[in-house]
């Protein structure tokens, strides 16, 4: 696939810079030119193998694939263009300016394509590596959750062992949702259940009750017979990025890195959102007047909603709204949870709620009532990616756990209002959030937006 998408670029790329015309140029040069379209053609494919961007535990992974496109191309052009300095030699510049975008957007498009496909596959249980995962019954079971809540990994659990398990501990066996193949700990056992069960690949969860000597051993026969290891840590919801390997004495000693969002991070974070927000709220400046305009005939009140809620490190705040309720909606809310006995929970939210109007309900579908916030981006707030800012009644139920969503500045949209908006249960959210404020990238806050027009558009989860 990569070779016939470069050859595709570097071909059209010289029929339009040159034409089919057997004369080129009148410099004598056509020769070389041709020569470098050849080069380019055969190197190419040649460079995104050396930058493992068509390694088979990338491939279909999204960012990370896309990223080593981008490098592996970006470093063979920049080559062609400094031996070309140096040596004085044309090389087209127009030739290789249109090849070198048009190569690169064609490989990003394929792979997402690619990409698309097995997604599908592996959501029907194909193209799917066969898991047998070995550990202890609670670090088996969660992991076994894990996997089978995110298909497009590309990893089926198919069975568990539990070496060392206790018949007590056994009994647990409802709960893991797989056949229990043993809990034999030597390795001629494990050995057997591997071959009996035909798996692509061994995952080792948290507590296993096995002898380093012994992971060591399994992990040589495994690679003997061309089997894949995986190993679970119990420190979950930590991206690669936080994460590095370091050998010591012979011991894979894993160091997570501390998450932090200050300096060129918070500048690159604070430019991006001022960015972002300016030329969409100049881009949507005439739908800003025409809401304000249907809010004020609709109902009466004024037209944007303004409520204090609790922001960066525990800062008080006003955020906007369009108005998409009646004007003494707050007054109501307490008796309204009452009613339907959610008054001590963390998410303020009523079903089927009566204080909403015709049109609010209409700019609630598509989230158009949170336009105005960015405006609290513009003042920094607010940014566009983050935590959902709560009111200070919700953030007093919080935990310490929960407390960390404060740590970054709320946004207009966030990591679980992309997982499924107000569909997610409190527990689920506030992982997705503490996710999203340990792992922090500005490439991650891309994503979500991508993602929140494409859940906004299809109004999932609206409140």
Known sequence: MDAFVVLWAVAGAYVVRFGFDETVTTDGHEDAYLWLAVGLSLVWPIMLSLWGA???????????????????????????????????????????????PAGVTGLVIARWLIRQHLSIERRRGKSCSRVLIIGGPHSTEHLIRSLRSSPDAGYLPIAAHLPGAQPAMTQQAPRIPVPITGVESDVESILHVISSNDVDAVAISAGVNLHPQDLRR??????????????????????????????????????VSTPKLVGGKKVAKRAFDIAIAGLLVFALSPLFVI?????????????????????????????????????????????????????????????????????????????????????????????????????????????????????????????????????????????????????????????????????????????
């Open 54 to 100: 068509r390694e088979a535990k990338i491939l279909g992974t999204g960012t990370e694939e896309y990223k080593r496109v981008f490098t592996a191309s970006a470093w063979l052009f920049g080559f062609v263009a400094l031996v070309s300095y140096a040596l004085r030699i044309d090389t087209a510049r127009g030739f290789v300016g249109l090849a070198f």
């Open 218 to 255: 399994l992990g040589w026969e495994l690679a003997a017979r061309d089997i894949g290891m995986i190993l679970a840590p119990a420190l979950t919801d930590v991206t690669g990025p936080r994460i590095h390997t370091q050998p010591v004495a012979g011991l894979p000693l894993i160091h």
């Open 291 to 463: 809401i304000a305009t249907l809010v004020r005939l609709s109902s009466p009140g004024p037209v944007f909603y303004r409520q204090e809620r609790i922001g960066l490190r525990g800062t008080t705040f006003s955020m906007l709204k369009f108005r998409s309720m009646r004007v003494d909606a707050d007054a109501e809310l307490q008796t309204l949870l009452l009613a339907q006995g959610t008054a001590n929970k963390p998410l303020f939210k009523v079903e089927n709620d009566p204080r909403i109007t015709p049109l609010g309900r209409f700019l609630r579908k598509y989230s158009l009532d949170e336009l105005p916030q960015l405006f609290n981006v513009l003042n920094g707030s607010m940014s566009l990616v983050g935590p959902r800012p709560q009111r200070a009644g919700e953030v007093a139920l919080y935990d310490d756990a929960a407390h960390r969503r404060l740590y970054v500045s709320p946004g207009m949209s966030g990591l679980w209002q992309v997982s499924g908006r107000s569909n997610l249960n409190w527990e689920e959210s506030i992982r997705l959030d503490l996710y999203y404020v340990e792992n922090w990238s500005l490439t991650g806050d891309v994503v979500i937006l991508f993602k929140t027009f494409k859940a906004v558009f299809a109004s999932t989860g609206a409140v």
